[in-house]
């Protein structure tokens, strides 16, 4: 998908369905929320790469009331470099260790796991540096859903470089001197937001 100026009334469009699916009671209402929720799957299906198959697996792991889903990323320093992973998913460039919140963990239990499983750092959080909503970071491409990232300075506390299913590489890099990124996971103002509270450990986290 590549960004475009009506996504956010996809979105729109998709949360005023699954909440009014959510709610409704009387079948009229239901089956006017179902309208809605299709015309918003052939707007996705025309105008981006997703298929009907995709849209539908979305919508089919999506119920209950629309809510941001939340995207969790580790900033490991070691040596003033940070930690980050090649993505194999993304024909290998490199982001952060991180990626979706599971239910029933909180997000330092999150992230935690996650760089254990694409790194091989076993880590503790130190702090949060920010929560941050995706569509304001200039990330691509778009998601047809609504996102919160939330970034944590975090320090090794065992284990060593490891890959995994997901990753195909695992390297420290000096600020500014970072690869090929992914886009749709982090940017060059993110890293640099991460080392600023990384030397300033007493600032306060950033949100929006």
């Known amino acids: 998908m590549t960004e475009t100026p009506w996504m956010p009334w996809v979105r729109s469009l998709r949360a005023i369905s699954q909440n009014g699916l959510h709610f409704a009671r009387d079948p009229f209402d239901t089956e006017r929320y179902q309208q809605v929720r299709e015309v918003a799957r052939e707007i996705l299906e025309r105008h981006t790469s997703l298929t009907r198959e995709d849209i539908l697996r979305m919508d089919a792991a999506d ?53 254990q499983e694409e790194s091989g750092f076993q880590t503790r959080v130190l702090k949060l540096v920010g929560v941050y909503d995706r569509d304001r970071q200039g990330l691509t491409p778009p998601y047809p859903f609504h996102i919160f990232k939330l970034f944590f300075i975090c320090e090794i506390t065992g284990g060593s470089a490891q890959t995994s299913v997901e990753t195909g590489d695992v390297r420290f890099f000096a600020e500014d001197q970072w690869p090929e990124l992914a886009a749709g996971r982090v940017s060059p103002w993110l890293l640099r937001r991460c080392f600023e509270h990384h030397r300033h450990p007493e600032w306060p986290a950033d949100f929006d």
């Open 63 to 115: 119920q209950g009331y629309a809510t941001p889903k939340v995207d969790v990323r580790g900033a490991v320093f070691q040596d003033d470099r940070i930690l980050m992973v090649s993505e194999s998913a993304d024909g290998g460039r490199w982001t952060l260790p991180g990626g979706w919140a599971d239910p029933n963990e909180t997000p330092g239990t999150a992230v935690v796991r996650e760089i």
